[in-house]
């Protein structure tokens, strides 16, 4: 694959769903939902706990079978090609998926395997990437005795040994480090500017405001927004205050308006506990 001369500077979508539904029992988690992003995007996918990110992303990523509507990723349908499709993305779940009694290293010489490198090529990541997480400087730790940040960060570096077109992260910020973070962003950064798109859900707006180009926001299983990040806080920032100076409303307050507010927390409330 050729990264630079890949969608990055296009506008070809390599996410798309049409009318996609997942329910369970009688309960519809994803409602309809229609996606679009585009190559060399740096997506978010917002929404309050419970509004279906987690669900989306796995059947996104192959990992549950929709009830309705269809997905196309890098222009495949995912009822079809679901093989060719894992092959070229990389994912990092909600629940990491690591296999325990293994170290840092041997999973990902297990991933690497997966996914056909040679050997010199796995030993050759695997190295820069356990240096880049800093998950290092004890080899012999096994997955088990890691921290919840550090099962985080193994994780993405198992997203990233073979070098996907598109990375699916669902919280990667979640429980890691302020330096890890930061490196972390850095590393995405960098390499969406070379074209590898990334499709993230988190609940930490400012981390949302500085990366994504592009967001989406999904409120019990239905789409309420999605476009580029600046044009829908400028639209709504129009009609009210609270933006900043170039006019723009805060994501935090655009997010509150279009999922329907806080909730009150008056006086009387909790009294009890106060
Ligand atoms: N396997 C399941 N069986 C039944 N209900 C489920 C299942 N998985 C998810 N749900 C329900 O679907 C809804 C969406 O869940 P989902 O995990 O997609 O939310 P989310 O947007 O990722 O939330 P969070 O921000 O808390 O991670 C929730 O109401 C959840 O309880
Ligand atoms: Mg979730």
Redesign the pocket.
């Known amino acids: 694959m050729n990264r630079d001369a890949s969608a990055a500077q296009s506008r070809v979508p390599v996410v798309e769903t049409f009318d996609l539904v997942?329910r369970?029992?009688d309960?519809t988690?994803?409602d309809h939902v229609n996606l679009r992003v585009e190559g060399g995007q740096f997506f978010g996918f917002l929404?309050?706990?419970?509004?279906?990110?987690?669900?989306?992303?796995?059947m996104l990523t192959g990992l549950l079978a929709p009830t309705g509507g269809r997905i196309r990723v890098l222009g495949r349908d995912i009822a079809s090609d679901a093989l060719e499709i894992k092959r070229r993305i990389g994912v990092v779940p909600?629940d990491l998926n690591l296999f325990e009694r293994l170290t840092g290293a041997e999973m990902l010489a297990f991933t690497g395997r997966m996914y056909n490198l040679t050997r010199e090529d796995i030993a050759e990541r695997a190295r820069e990437l356990l240096v880049l997480m800093e998950l290092d400087t004890d080899p012999r730790k096994l997955v088990v005795e890691y921290s919840h940040g550090m099962k985080k960060k193994l994780s993405l570096a198992c997203a990233l040994i073979h070098r996907p077109e598109i990375l699916f992260l669902?919280?990667p910020f979640e429980g890691v480090d302020a330096v890890a973070s930061r490196t972390l962003k850095d590393l995405l950064s960098r390499l969406t500017s070379r074209g590898l798109t990334v499709f993230l859900?988190s609940?930490v707006l400012e981390i949302i405001e500085r990366l994504c180009t592009d967001i989406a926001i999904?409120s019990e299983?239905r789409l309420v927004a999605a476009g580029a990040l600046d044009e829908l806080r400028r639209g709504i920032a129009v009609e009210g205050d609270g933006h900043d100076a170039r006019g723009l409303m805060s994501l935090e307050d655009y997010f509150i308006r279009v999922v329907g507010g806080a909730r009150e927390t008056g006086d009387d409330v909790l009294q009890w506990l106060v």
């Open positions: 997942r369970f029992g309960f988690a994803v929404g309050p706990n419970g509004a279906g990110k987690s669900t989306t992303i796995k909600e669902d919280e859900t609940h999904i299983g």
